[in-house]
Every structure is written in structure tokens, then in C-alpha cells.
């Protein structure tokens, strides 16, 4: 796929083919397809960069996920300017038990191992919020802004190779896929404060999150290790969740306002 990207860049001035994706209803059928798909890639990683956040002192919050999804998309333009390295990420370096593992397997496995822990980490402080010491006591009530900002990066790293990869796939075009990127984390950014504000006012929707983590960190391990699990499951599954807490909200408003009214 890299070599006829290449090969099309090659044949014509950039002006050319700029003018040429402009006006190629083929080139904005891809563009908003990979939009939409790039917005639901980046739910994971607003989740993850929501719950962490809301771990910080109040008033630097705002800062770390700025800083956060900032580095979201520095590392997905990046990316993106390494298309043939990307692209051999997902070629085999290694065989175990017969099956092959790529850098990309590695990565998703690392980030899933990772997300799997700091969800259980979290679940397990939210559940017994004064734990004593054990494997998940880290001593200290809340993280310092670099730690968080540390741990963000990291999964940014591993959602990013994730959705490049998916992008690479998706069309040759690489304006397209810029735009794409740009215009998911833009979206990211928006949402992120309003969602960050929405899971630290309800503690059930804390505890939803961080589920959402676990099976999202089950994925990427899966994922790593060949178990193709078909995104659209995986977002249906979270969505009827959300909605059936968003039922479970809406009953105890009521439940309030009826005992008001009494």
C-alpha cells in the first residue's frame, strides 16, 4: 500500500493532486467514513484520559488533558508522516507456538496489559477507598500532574498506532488522513472537559468507565495475540451499558423528586 501511495505521489505535482481529492466524491466518501471511524477510535482514548485526569487536583485538571490530547495528536501526525515504518509494523518479527507477533501485536498487547492493570488498580480503590498496603497501595491519594501526563502518553501511543494502522487501511490518501486525525481529536478536545465533569459527578459512571477499560485492555490483548474481536460488538456492548445506566439515572432523579414532593 505505501509502494502505490508513492508511485502516486510521484506521477503528478502536489498542487495536481490536491485538486484532484478535491473534487473525487470517491476522496470525501473515504474522508467522512474514516472520520467517523477515527471518532469512535478516539472514545477509548478520551475514556482512559478522563478517568485519569479526574485523579489530579481539581484546578489542574484542564492542563493535563489539554496536554493529553495534544500529545494524541502530535503522535497521530507523526505517525503518519512514518507511513512505511507503520506499515511494517504489522509485518511478523517473531513466531510463538506457531503464531507470528508483529511490533503492532506487541504494542496493543503492552497497552491492553496496561490498561487492564490501572482499571483493576482504580476499581479496586473506588471499591475500598482505604485500602492498606498491598499490590495496588501506590501511598499516595492522589497521582502528581507528570505521572498522569506520563501514563497518558503512553496509551496515546498505543491507541495512535492503532488508528493510523486503521486509516493506512482504510485509504492511500494522506491529506485525507490528516484531516481525519485533526478533525477526531478536535473532537476529542471538545468533549473531553464535559465528559471528565459528567464521570466525576456520578460515581456509578466512574465505576461504568472503568469497565469500559477492562474490556477495552481484554481487546487490545486479544488483538495482540490474533483474536480478531469485531469493533462494532465491543461499541454496542458499551453503548447498551451507558444506556442502561443512563435509565438507572434517570429512575433515581425521580425517585428524588418524588421524595421532595412528599
Known sequence: MSRNYRQRRNSKP???YLATLLFDPNAWLALATLIVMEVVLGIDNL???SVLTNKLPADRREKARRIGI???LILRL???GL???IIQLTEPVFELFGEGFSWRDLILIAGG???VWKATKEIHHNVDPDPGPDLFDSGKATMGVAAAIGQILLLDLVFSVDSIITAVGMTDHVPIMVIAVIFAVS???LAATPLANFIHRNPTIVMLALAFLLLIGTTLIAEGFGAHVPKGYIYAAMAFSALVEGLN???RRARRARARGM
Do not use: K, N, R, Y
Request: no cysteine; glycine share 4%; aromatic share 8%.
Open 14 to 16: 502536489t498542487m495536481d
Open 47 to 49: 475514556i482512559f484520559i
Open 70 to 72: 495534544a500529545g494524541a
Open 78 to 80: 507523526v505517525l503518519l
Open 83 to 85: 507511513i512505511a515504518v
Open 113 to 115: 496489559l496496561f490498561l
Open 187 to 189: 473532537v476529542m478536545l
Open 249 to 251: 439515572m434517570l429512575s
